[in-house]
């Protein structure tokens, strides 16, 4: 990564912490959201603030902002701050005070030079929002000036002249080519009633995220209907093409059945009539998971061997996710046969033992709760498919690792009772599930390139 993208980026942060720690306690909700935006562009854009007579024109900045009736003097004040850190990174001319005279050294200005921008007269006039806005979520019973109409095809700026091979500096250079910041292309693309976050615009922006969600893909194809580019355009972009899209509705399909049918269905799905959505899901369970493939025979042969540890209790957002209480009660019995090695039974779903449903327990809470405990760190928060996700695949490995060796599965023969998640940090352990998954099935998938 070129080290002006990350000098931008640690920039970037430095700007909206200074926005939590001096400006939320003194501006309202609304000014925050509003600000903080409106700085991180000139960043992105790399622009200076407007500057009038070597001053900043403060009357162009709260328009854009919309809080003319909200800067007060400590706004004010702290507001400047940030654009003067702007100012000094870009490596711009430092700008006067608003009381004060530009100081150039060493060369001195004649009296009759120094005029205040306090006096200077303003030949700017205010833009009004008509009657026929498309968007009145932005009308007067805010507090500031009226939003500036949004057109429904902008002109660009310049004509295309460069094609950038990543989603993030496509979209950027789009937004410039057009002279529009995150904010503006947020008002533009959002429709009434819609929750869409303009925060998950900007990481976009950014490039801390990528669309992945049908909703996503829905704001995607608005922006290029905006900036009107070859169909498609964005999208192709994207990093992970064969990743599938989450979101769809497919009623009270279960998740396991989702993630395998996500894969087949086309991006609009949602919005097809019903009829057609049913026949999509008809087609695909026909022919992809009931098919005659390969894989599918592959499958059918496989799933007659079955080998998992099941976590009963411990789904997300479902009972308790810690069953210390049940595997206190059977212990007594889990120790009396913690040497039993049937392999029919290896072979097959069987309940996790006590010590491993509570690790696992530790773990969904872990990665699920909204905070962490005092003194841990974790990268990233599970949501509901992720955790059910995470259960699946880990009751699998472990299944595998308890499995006979002289059964059909052909596992490492681990004692359920020795079953640990203290056991994964070991190489060896990993190389050989790895070798056993890719005997099993013949290649490896991608999820086995993350293990």
């Keep these: 990564m070129p080290k002006h993208d990350l000098s931008s980026r640690h920039f970037q942060r430095k700007i909206s912490n200074f926005c939590e720690a001096r400006i939320a306690p003194i501006a309202s909700k609304r000014a925050l959201e509003n600000i903080r935006p409106y700085l991180v562009g000139l960043i992105i854009y790399r622009k200076s603030p407007p500057l009038v007579n070597g001053r900043i024109d403060w009357m162009t900045i709260t328009d854009a902002c919309g809080i003319e009736d909200e800067l007060t003097a400590d706004l004010k004040k702290q507001f400047r701050v940030a654009l003067d850190a702007i100012i000094r990174w870009l490596g711009a001319p430092r700008v006067a005070e608003d009381d004060q005279p530009v100081k150039q050294a060493p060369r001195t200005k004649r009296p009759d030079q120094r005029r205040s921008a306090a006096t200077a007269p303003s030949t700017r006039t205010p833009r009004r929002v008509g009657g026929d806005d498309p968007d009145p979520r932005f009308g007067s019973e805010q507090k500031g000036p009226e939003a500036k109409p949004i057109r429904l095809f902008p002109d660009p700026l310049f004509e295309a002249s460069k094609d950038p091979a990543g989603f993030q500096e496509a979209l950027v250079y789009h937004m410039r080519r057009f002279g529009e910041s995150h904010w503006q292309l947020y008002r533009a693309v959002i429709r009434l009633g819609e929750t869409f976050d303009d925060k998950t615009l900007l990481s976009w922006v950014q490039g801390e995220r990528v669309p992945r969600s ?33 979101g769809h509705e497919l009623g009270d399909i279960s998740p396991a059945e989702r993630r395998r049918l996500a894969w087949y269905l086309p991006d609009d799905f949602s919005s097809l009539p019903f009829a057609k959505r049913e026949e999509i899901l008809e087609w695909v369970r026909r022919v992809i998971i009931s098919g005659s493939t390969d894989y599918r025979r592959y499958q059918a042969a496989a799933v007659k061997q079955r080998y998992a540890i099941r976590f009963p209790g411990i789904t997300y957002g479902g009972g308790s996710l810690s069953p210390r209480s049940q595997c206190l009660a059977i212990s007594a019995n889990q120790n009396a046969t913690e040497t039993f090695e049937d392999p029919d039974l290896l072979s097959g779903v069987v309940d996790a033992p006590p010590r491993l449903a509570m690790e696992m327990a530790d773990l969904i809470r872990f990665k699920t709760s909204t905070l962490t405990a005092i003194g841990f ?27 006979s060796p002289a059964g059909a599965v052909k596992g490492r023969g681990v004692p359920l009772s020795q079953l640990t998640f203290g056991l994964l940090i070991f190489p060896g352990v990993w190389d050989w599930y790895l070798q056993w998954r890719e005997q099993r099935r013949g290649f490896y998938t991608k999820w086995k390139r993350t293990c």
């Design 377 to 403: 760190q974790r990268n990233g928060v599970w949501g509901e498919e992720t955790a059910s996700q995470k259960i699946e695949h880990l009751g699998l490995m472990f299944g595998a690792l308890a499995a």
């Design 214 to 246: 049908v909703a996503s893909f829905g704001i995607l194809s608005r922006i290029e209907q905006r900036y009107r580019p070859p169909a498609g355009y964005f999208k192709a972009k994207l990093p992970h093409q064969t990743r599938s899209l989450y």
